[in-house]
């Protein structure tokens, strides 16, 4: 079975640029989750799906950034214009629906570098 | 609002010997789970172990063990038998019984020496 994809692994753009960054769960998992770590801090919750539905975006740091998950299956998260302080690794996870322990199941991550 | 603590960036082990990594959280939360995630070189990021709160009994995966101490809010990883393997990124997390997400600590890197 397939794991959580991301793509791009990595992209470097220019302060101003937009940038998608797509996430594809694991196939049947209802859940979804972005989240983001800079460079020597923590990981950070951005936002939950539940299918095509935000159910948490409480994490989202501002309006540039805006997540989509049409049809409930993979996700994109746009940063538009992106700022230096968006520079970071952007981590997707995703889970079934369910129990409260489930582990989240996470993809490699999308290294973001803003110039 | 619930925080993670990994007081050691950077840790080493001899291969072959035992490291404990130590992470410490804030809640109000009485149900509660908390989560050592490894991130290898590789990147994706993968479970190690769970802890459900509400059972008293320390968790086990192998040569993975935590010493979760409730009322201190402790929650450190023992990996017995060190292998080269081990090298990676390590995590804490937290998640509430209420909420969805995840809160992580900075991480420790863990470094293993031949």
């Known amino acids: 079975e397939a794991g959580v994809t991301q793509f791009p692994s990595h992209s470097v753009i220019e302060k101003g640029q937009t940038v998608t960054l797509r996430c594809d769960p694991i196939?049947?998992?209802?859940?979804l989750y972005w989240y983001r770590r800079v460079m020597g801090k923590e990981i950070k919750f951005l936002l939950h799906?539940?299918?095509?539905?935000?159910?948490?975006e409480s994490g989202m740091p501002n309006n540039r950034f805006l997540a989509e998950r049409t049809g409930g299956t993979y996700s994109t998260l746009k940063v538009q214009p992106a700022e230096l302080e968006d520079s970071g690794v952007y981590f997707c996870?995703?889970?079934?629906?369910?129990?409260?322990?489930?582990?989240?199941?996470f993809g490699p991550g999308t290294r973001l570098t803003v110039l | 609002a619930q925080t993670v603590t990994q007081s050691q960036p950077e840790m080493s082990v001899q291969e072959a010997e035992t490291v404990t990594l130590s992470c410490t959280y804030d809640?109000?939360?009485?149900?509660?789970?908390l989560f050592w995630y490894k991130q290898p070189p590789s990147r994706q990021m993968i479970l190690v172990i769970r802890?459900?709160?509400?059972?008293?009994q320390n968790a086990t995966e192998n040569r993975f063990s935590v010493n979760f101490q409730k009322a201190a809010k402790s929650f450190s990883l023992k990996i017995s038998d060190s292998q080269l393997g081990d090298a990676a990124m390590y995590f804490c997390?937290?998640?509430?019984?209420?909420?969805?997400?995840?809160?992580f600590g900075t991480g420790t890197s863990l470094t293993v020496i031949p």
């Open positions: 996870a995703s889970s079934p629906l369910g129990l409260a322990d489930n582990e989240q199941f």
């Open positions: 196939s049947g998992h209802d859940n």
């Open positions: 802890q459900e709160a509400y059972k008293q």
């Open positions: 799906f539940v299918k095509e539905s935000k159910q948490d």
């Open positions: 809640t109000s939360e009485s149900d509660y789970y």
């Open positions: 997390a937290y998640r509430g019984n209420t909420g969805n997400q995840f809160y």
